[in-house]
């Protein structure tokens, strides 16, 4: 499977009044990770995406949340309160901090 770009202009279309034309915009999306606008009376109404978008959409917003939280901790409190073991001090392997 060959990965496209994820800014690619999704295509608009108005929404399918028939169980086929629904079957061919969800196989165009699956099979060209194209996102399709659906229009409902002229104004965009949903958006259809490949599911390793949908994936991709799910981590950003899993990350954005942890960065909130992390952002609103008391990390010099927190670190007198419960510090981090010695053991991860120790050793001379590269540490991460």
């Known amino acids: ?14 929404e399918p009044q028939r169980v ?23 104004v965009d109404f949903a958006a259809v995406i490949a599911l390793e ?3 991709l959409l799910q981590e950003l917003l899993a990350q954005q949340e942890a960065e909130r939280l992390a952002s609103e901790m008391d990390w010099t409190q ?14 001379d392997e590269p540490k991460p901090f």
């Open 1 to 14: 499977m060959s990965k496209q770009p994820l800014l690619i202009e999704p295509e608009r279309v108005d």
């Open 20 to 42: 086929q034309e629904y079957a061919e915009m969800l196989s165009q999306v699956a099979s060209k990770r194209q996102p399709v606008i659906v229009r409902r009376g002229g």
């Open 53 to 55: 978008h949908l994936a």
């Open 78 to 91: 927190l670190a007198k309160v419960s510090p981090p073991p010695q053991r991860w001090f120790e050793g």
